[in-house]
């Protein structure tokens, strides 16, 4: 695998991205833990959300720290790997080629590197499995998250439609106190038109005045009982609009916090994925390590030729390490 130099300087390239990409992924996590701490005290969420949000928090601050103990073994681990190359390179190889060594002996020196190397392959695989697990973790994490989402959403639309439905009785509400405003101003004008008439007659036949003040006190003794029953209505009319005005701004406060929050959520899922894609690289590249090393350990038992194949293998095994070791201390001194 890593023998292949155009496989070689693929893996490379994708080691040197690790600096850049733990240094985004610190960030990614930040941004989640710090947006589900604003989430956690806000007290105008449901609790139902609230609950939610405990776990996630709980959940992220126990990935975060798994993930940053993964990075401290691997920096421990690529250096060990790094350290046994090089040992090799510079002593291991040089022995073998000297004519004064018998075979004996070198299978021997052989073997105590193969035994190191078998370390080496067993903590690769280990770390390997390790991120894989923690991607898959963080993976149902984003699945959760986007069902949160999804909730946010199904709420805004049952609050939109119960908004729509208030203002549509606000607004009906609001023409039958039109239309009682307009009867009762319409009684009025009646009355002091009818008064007025009878003050007319009053000068021209007071009789005919007598008789009308007559009718005209026994007809405003039922009108004036129908005419509370009328305003009693308007005022009723009145207290449930007034009522449906107070239930639609506290739907739109609810509304509007909801919104906010799905806005929120929405706009922080893509650190999530940069955490999911980041520790799957690693977990990647550790196992294109852990097979690397297993096969030059296998080839080393085999071969008959302690010679140039070896020392190609494992000077390419070297650099790949090496590369790896670089990125990963640099992360370290920088974060430190």
């Known amino acids: 695998m890593l023998h292949d130099k155009n496989t070689q300087k693929s893996i490379s390239d994708e080691i040197a991205k690790l600096s850049k990409l733990t240094l985004t992924v610190e960030e990614s996590f930040h941004k989640v833990e710090e947006l589900l701490l604003l989430l956690v005290s806000n007290r105008e969420y449901p609790s139902s959300f609230k609950d939610g949000f405990v776990d996630l928090s709980r959940q992220w601050s126990a990935y975060r720290k798994e993930y940053t103990q993964l990075l401290w073994e691997s920096r421990a681990v690529a250096g060990r790997a790094r350290s046994d190359a090089a040992i090799f390179h510079d002593t291991v190889i040089p022995w073998l080629q000297e004519d004064n060594v018998n075979l004996a002996e070198k299978i021997a020196g052989l073997g105590k590197y193969i035994k190191s190397l078998e370390g080496n392959v067993e903590s690769s695989k280990d770390l390997s499995q390790r991120y894989s ?10 699945r959760d998250w986007n069902a949160t989402i999804e909730s946010c959403k199904t709420q805004i ?3 939109s439609k119960n908004v729509k439905a208030l203002d549509e009785q606000i607004h009906e509400l609001g023409q039958k106190i039109q239309g009682f405003i307009a009867f009762l101003m319409g009684g009025c004008a009646v009355a002091v038109g009818g008064a007025g008439a009878a003050a007319i007659l009053g000068v021209i036949c007071p009789l005919t005045c007598m008789i009308i003040w007559a009718g005209a006190a026994a007809v405003a003794a039922g009108g004036a009982i129908y005419y509370r029953h009328v305003k009693q209505q308007h005022d009723e009319l009145i207290e449930t ?3 449906k005005l107070r239930e639609r701004k506290s739907l739109r406060k609810d509304l ?3 919104q906010q929050l799905r806005s929120s959520l929405v706009s922080t899922a893509p650190e999530i994925q940069n955490v999911i894609d980041t520790i799957g690289t690693f977990a990647q590249v550790w196992n294109m390590i852990c097979m690397d090393a297993q096969g030059i350990k296998d080839r080393l038992e085999k ?3 302690l010679t140039f194949m070896a020392k190609r293998n494992l000077q390419t095994t070297a650099d790949m390490y090496q590369t790896l070791c670089s990125a990963l201390y640099q992360f370290q001194t920088t974060i430190s």
């Open 256 to 258: 509007n916090t909801m």
């Open 133 to 142: 697990n923690l991607k898959r973790n963080v993976e149902k994490f984003s």
């Open 241 to 243: 609009r007034d009522e």
């Open 303 to 305: 071969t008959q030729q």
């Open 157 to 159: 639309a049952a609050i």
